[in-house]
């Protein structure tokens, strides 16, 4: 298993809060539910066949950079 990465964010302190009632009333961490909903985001977007367009064009100039 891979070592975690800690990783800081700024959140706007109404952002914050709503963040740490929704952690609250789940009865969960608030890393947990920041986790999950980074999670749910990539999901979302291996979905999305725009995001995936140009995840491919990305890649391909990545590739071509290489050469």
């Known amino acids: 298993m891979q070592t975690p990465k800690a990783m800081?964010?700024?959140l706007a302190p109404e952002?914050?809060?709503q963040?740490?009632?929704v952690a609250a009333v789940e009865g969960r961490?608030?890393?947990?539910?920041?986790r999950s909903a980074i999670a749910?985001?990539?999901?979302?977007r291996r979905?999305?066949?725009?995001f995936q367009d140009g995840?491919?064009?990305r890649i391909e100039r990545a590739q071509k950079m290489m050469k």
């Open 19 to 21: 963040l740490e009632t």
């Open 55 to 57: 995840l491919r064009a």
């Open 47 to 50: 979905e999305d066949r725009d």
């Open 29 to 34: 961490p608030v890393s947990e539910v920041v």
């Open 8 to 10: 800081t964010i700024r």
């Open 15 to 17: 952002q914050a809060e």
């Open 40 to 44: 749910g985001h990539i999901d979302r």
